[in-house]
């Protein structure tokens, strides 16, 4: 029996904080379920469009994906995107980003395959920057050693890769020149033998897990266990499991270590003690995505059925990307946001408030927000004015709360 356990966590004996955070279930539908092939099953990936609200279902078997939209609630097939050799993936513009513990892989949408740089990605891609029309990905070896590919199909040597740093944000270059300084590797920094970008230090994790990191330099991990009793194959009941067994997690800048839930299996009825599969030992895949903000999405796709599953930014330093693409919502997400907005300066209400546009493209005119948010690799100038953006309710409600802020 095959079940794709992505992501397996390492233990690290180092200081855990625990945090309440709210799960919500955005998709049950019977439109996606499991399919078993000989070498893999599919579903195998799960991309986000945080600001169309689409989630893409990898159905790897045939190129293409199963896309359902959370907020019209529709499920579509979409043969347009390419096969990807990888298993977590990004999407900016046209280009396909896809990462495993073999490479990186760089698709156009509209030209095909660009690059397979075939090199031990350690911890999966550390970050991703704007390079020209297109963007470069950042990455470290075995060995520590920072790399780059571009979506060009150009890669780049360590030495290349920390210039293009110094390069795109010498404010920022400096800043990472200081965390070097701090932790004892000021000497290897310059010498182009380890990434650290702003205060994270990307390095190589032992033992084969890939990670995901948020704008911020956050890293985030996730275990996942099936919990329950089953019979084999051989009919033979078997006690195996525990109550809460699967965890998602982050690591902060400083290392360290936040879990999100202890009990992702309680609102799982695939993995659920209570759940549909409790009798029998399951077949499932399962896999997740961090938005740029930090927001975290998973799904797990059983033989009847798929969930997918999402959990808001609530935690560490309010990041305003994912609070601009949660909006105001009145539940649980509402009340961080009530309690987030009066901390904020009047400098700050308005980097928010802008942020919510420049997800929809808008051009700004003033040096300060053009200057800052085209070094975003989320965003991109499509010439538009504020007064050409239709916001969705919950944004802008957020809009609104802002705008009264400022005022006061």
Same mark, same amino acid.
């Given at each position: 029996?095959?079940?794709?356990?992505?992501?397996?966590?390492?233990?690290?004996?180092?200081?855990?904080?625990?945090?309440?955070?709210?799960?919500?279930?955005?998709?049950?539908? #019977?439109?996606?379920?499991?399919?078993?092939?000989?070498?893999?099953?599919? $579903?195998?990936?799960?991309?986000?469009? #945080?600001?169309?609200?689409?989630?893409?279902?990898?159905?790897?078997?045939?190129?293409?994906?199963?896309?359902?939209?959370?907020?019209?609630?529709?499920?579509?097939?979409?043969? +347009?995107?390419?096969?990807?050799?990888?298993?977590? @993936?990004?999407?900016? &513009?046209?280009?396909?980003?896809?990462?495993?513990?073999?490479?990186?892989?760089?698709?156009?949408?509209?030209? !095909?395959?660009?690059?397979?740089?075939?090199?031990?990605?350690?911890?999966?891609?550390? =970050?991703?920057?704007?390079?020209?029309?297109?963007?470069?990905?950042?990455?470290?070896?075995?060995?520590?050693?920072? !790399?780059?590919?571009?979506?060009?199909?150009?890669?780049?040597?360590? /030495?290349?890769? +920390?210039?293009?740093?110094?390069?795109?944000? $010498? #404010?920022?270059?400096?800043?990472?020149?200081?965390?070097?300084?701090?932790?004892?590797?000021?000497?290897?920094?310059?010498?182009?033998?380890?990434?650290?970008?702003?205060?994270?230090?990307?390095?190589?994790?032992?033992?084969?897990?890939?990670?995901?990191?948020?704008?911020?330099?956050?890293?985030?991990?996730?275990? =996942?266990?099936?919990?329950?009793?089953?019979?084999?194959?051989?009919?033979?009941?078997?006690?195996?499991?525990?109550?809460?067994?699967? &965890?998602?997690?982050?690591?902060?800048?400083?290392?360290?270590?936040?879990?999100?839930?202890?009990?992702?299996?309680?609102?799982?009825?695939?993995?659920?003690? &209570?759940?549909?599969?409790?009798?029998? @030992?399951?077949?499932?895949?399962?896999?997740?995505?961090?938005?740029?903000?930090? *927001?975290?999405?998973?799904?797990?796709?059983? /033989?009847?059925?798929?969930?997918?599953?999402?959990?808001?930014?609530?935690?560490?330093? $309010?990041?305003?990307?994912?609070?601009?693409?949660?909006?105001?919502?009145?539940? *649980?997400?509402?009340?961080?946001?009530?309690?987030?907005?009066?901390?904020?300066?009047?400098?700050?209400?308005?980097?928010?408030?802008?942020?919510?546009?420049?997800?929809?493209?808008?051009?700004?005119?003033?040096?300060?927000?053009?200057?800052?948010?085209?070094?975003?690799?989320?965003?991109?100038?499509?010439?538009?004015?504020?007064?050409?953006?239709?916001? $969705?309710?919950?944004?802008?409600?957020?809009?609104? +709360?802002?705008?009264?802020?400022?005022?006061?």
């Amino acid at each position: 029996m095959k079940k794709r356990l992505l992501l397996t966590a390492i233990i690290f004996s180092i200081s855990i904080f625990c945090f309440a955070q709210t799960i919500e279930r955005l998709v049950k539908t #019977e439109d996606i379920k499991l399919r078993v092939k000989i070498v893999n099953v599919m $579903p195998e990936g799960i991309m986000v469009d #945080e600001k169309n609200d689409d989630i893409y279902l990898i159905n790897g078997g045939s190129g293409g994906s199963w896309i359902y939209n959370c907020e019209n609630n529709y499920v579509f097939f979409d043969k +347009m995107v390419p096969i990807l050799n990888g298993i977590e @993936r990004v999407k900016l &513009n046209e280009y396909l980003i896809s990462y495993s513990d073999t490479g990186i892989f760089i698709n156009s949408i509209v030209n !095909g395959k660009i690059a397979n740089l075939n090199n031990k990605v350690q911890s999966g891609i550390s =970050f991703i920057l704007k390079k020209g029309n297109g963007y470069i990905v950042y990455y470290v070896d075995e060995s520590g050693y920072p !790399g780059a590919v571009d979506t060009t199909g150009r890669i780049y040597s360590s /030495e290349e890769a +920390m210039e293009y740093l110094k390069e795109y944000d $010498p #404010e920022k270059y400096d800043q990472s020149e200081k965390r070097a300084a701090e932790q004892e590797l000021y000497n290897d920094f310059i010498r182009n033998r380890v990434l650290i970008w702003g205060k994270r230090y990307y390095k190589p994790i032992k033992g084969g897990s890939l990670y995901q990191y948020d704008n911020q330099g956050n890293r985030y991990g996730c275990d =996942f266990f099936w919990w329950g009793n089953y019979k084999n194959d051989w009919g033979t009941f078997c006690e195996v499991g525990t109550e809460s067994t699967s &965890n998602l997690f982050c690591f902060n800048i400083n290392e360290e270590r936040f879990i999100f839930d202890t009990t992702l299996n309680n609102y799982s009825t695939i993995l659920g003690r &209570n759940g549909d599969y409790q009798e029998t @030992r399951p077949e499932y895949s399962t896999s997740w995505y961090v938005g740029f903000g930090g *927001n975290i999405y998973y799904y797990i796709a059983g /033989e009847a059925y798929t969930e997918v599953f999402r959990i808001r930014r609530t935690w560490g330093d $309010p990041d305003f990307y994912a609070m601009a693409i949660n909006g105001y919502t009145d539940d *649980n997400y509402g009340k961080y946001v009530d309690e987030v907005l009066p901390t904020l300066s009047k400098a700050d209400l308005r980097l928010l408030r802008n942020t919510i546009f420049a997800i929809y493209g808008v051009h700004f005119k003033s040096a300060d927000l053009s200057a800052y948010f085209d070094k975003q690799v989320w965003y991109t100038d499509e010439g538009k004015t504020s007064g050409e953006v239709k916001l $969705p309710a919950h944004r802008q409600k957020l809009v609104e +709360m802002i705008q009264k802020l400022e005022k006061q």
